[in-house]
């Protein structure tokens, strides 16, 4: 217990210690939410749509919370590159414990983060429909941050090196950002886009976050956590055992 | 203490460790000494259960690795031949993670980091991130932490590199005392000949993935009639260089202390 504890916490110190990484990390949604969020909300309200501001900001916090978590994840990869992580690996202590703590501190740190991209969107106009929203909306934070620390602890666990990395993070994250629903409505999609976006967790994860915020659904409360939390499962598990498969 | 029977390791076509066969005594201090790419390091990673051996057994304390990770693991402390510290934590932090990982009570833990640090004279630096400390300092760290929880077994891979001869002497008379105090078996590598023939009750001598001699340094000065164990060494090793081509995790962390030492 004690073991999870205090790797959970180191991955919880490595958010707080690096003030610049924790605002660069803001830097992106911001700018989208800045850009974008004014940017098409005179095209949106005219389609009828209501503000695009109130629409995007739940995607913004899944697309958040997912590269937070996600990274931490991964950084398995940079610790066993620059061996912090063999001391880890000899130690008398079970692998899952170690998979765990890294998991859920890199999932804390990814739930940190859409906090404060939540007061972010705040800032700039975007109003949950009330504060009890914002409790829900909670869940499905966790859930997203989960499911993706632990497909980071599945690649970072899997890759050699850090050239892959960075193909993994292009091929990977983006298209998983952009074909979630985040940026638009899922309604009405080509039959191919329908299909990507439904295959994608990630989409769920924006699905509940944007219900239960501004109460605007395309799938429901059920299906969501039900299926954020299979691909949890099945992500956890996977992350474990990759996890206890790595030689160095 | 320790019993290898034909141990090997391919990396895919390459035999980076070619059967070999070895034991080490309760209580013995073992020098596992061979030019670069020998495979020292490769072996010391299949005895501390971080790498699989291709073929062979091990035994740690009539314990086999392989199938008994936990308990064979509770049985030794390592220190690597490269770093293993986590730059971004406090070097106390680093020794407080190490006595969690090897469940030492909390102030049985105090205790010893407060007496390691000392020892390797970094108590007074015990709160700056380990990524400021020269590279002297890190390694007294490392060896600070693998000496933390009083394993049965220690193996130290270069303990030695990077070292300022005071740190040196500091490191092998702490070492020998906790072999004669505490009768911890000791298997070490280093370059350092003189070292090793100071130390070492008995010397292992690896070349190309084979044990190509063992014995105590009076015995392998004898059988290759040669007076000093460097001698001895090259007599048994030939003089040529080996051309190890680096990997590419060593080139990634050169890279990365360049990154680092720019920052
Ligand atoms: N992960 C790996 N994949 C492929 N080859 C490897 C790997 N690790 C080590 N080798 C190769 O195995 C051989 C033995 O390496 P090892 O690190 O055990 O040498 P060593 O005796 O410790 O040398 P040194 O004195 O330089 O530390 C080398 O040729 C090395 O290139
Ligand atoms: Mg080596």
């Not at chain 2, 402390?77 to 006595?99: K, P, R």
Request: include cysteine; proline fraction near 4%.
């Amino acid at each position: 217990m004690n073991v999870i504890y205090i790797l959970w916490l180191r991955e919880l110190k490595r958010f707080l210690r690096s003030p610049v990484q924790v605002l660069g990390s803001l830097a992106q949604p911001a700018f989208f939410l800045l850009a974008l969020g004014f940017g098409f909300n005179p095209v949106f309200e005219k389609a009828g749509q209501g503000s695009y501001m109130q629409f995007m900001a739940p995607g913004m916090i899944g697309m958040t919370v997912l590269i937070s978590s996600a990274f931490s994840g991964v950084a398995v990869l940079w610790d066993r590159q620059f061996g912090s992580l063999k001391e880890t690996l000899v130690a008398p202590v079970p692998r899952l414990y170690i998979m765990i703590g890294r998991t859920f501190g890199g999932a804390t740190v990814g739930v940190l983060q859409g906090v404060l991209i939540l007061l972010l969107c705040m800032v700039t106009g975007f109003r949950p429909q009330h504060f009890s929203a914002v409790v829900s909306g909670f869940g499905f934070v966790a859930m997203i941050a989960i499911c993706f620390a632990a497909l980071g602890m599945i690649i970072g666990s899997t890759l050699k090196d850090m050239q892959s990395f960075n193909v993994v993070a292009n091929f990977m994250v983006m298209p998983m950002v952009f074909l979630s629903g985040a940026f638009y409505p899922l309604d009405n999609l080509p039959l191919i886009l329908s299909v990507l976006t439904r295959i994608n967790p990630l989409s769920y994860g924006v699905d509940g976050l944007r219900g239960t915020l501004i109460g605007h659904w395309h799938f429901n409360y059920f299906l969501d956590m039900t299926l954020l939390s299979c691909v949890g499962a099945v992500f956890l598990i996977a992350g474990a055992y990759s996890f206890s498969k790595i030689e160095i | 203490m320790i019993r290898v029977d034909n141990l090997t390791k391919t990396f895919k076509a390459f035999e980076a460790v070619k059967g070999i066969s070895f034991h080490v005594a309760p209580g013995e201090i073992f020098a596992f000494l061979g030019p670069n790419g020998a495979g020292k390091t490769t072996t010391i990673k299949m005895l501390t259960t971080i790498l699989r051996p291709s073929s062979g057994t091990v035994m740690l304390d009539g314990l086999d690795p392989e199938h008994h990770k936990m308990a064979a693991r509770k049985k030794f402390g390592i220190v690597f031949q490269d770093s293993s510290l986590d730059g971004e934590q406090t070097a106390y932090e680093n020794m407080e993670m190490h006595g969690v990982l090897y469940h030492m009570p909390k102030k049985v833990r105090a205790e010893r980091i407060e007496r390691m640090l000392t020892t390797f004279e970094l108590w007074d630096r015990r709160k700056d991130y380990v990524k400021k400390f020269s590279g002297g300092m890190k390694r007294r760290l490392e060896i600070a932490r693998g000496l933390m929880h009083s394993p049965k077994i220690l193996f130290l891979d270069e303990p030695t590199l990077g070292l300022d001869p005071q740190s040196r002497n500091q490191l092998w008379t702490h070492v020998k005392h906790l072999n004669e105090t505490e009768n911890t078996t000791i298997f070490l590598t280093t370059h350092h000949l003189d070292e090793a023939d100071r130390v070492a009750h008995r010397i292992g001598i690896m070349d190309h993935g084979l044990l190509i001699a063992q014995g105590t340094s009076a015995e392998l000065k004898e059988q290759t009639n040669t007076s000093t164990l460097e001698d001895a060494f090259l007599a048994l090793t030939g003089s040529s260089l080996r051309d190890e081509d680096a990997s590419s995790t060593d080139q990634l962390r050169d890279y990365a202390q360049i990154q680092g030492s720019i920052k």
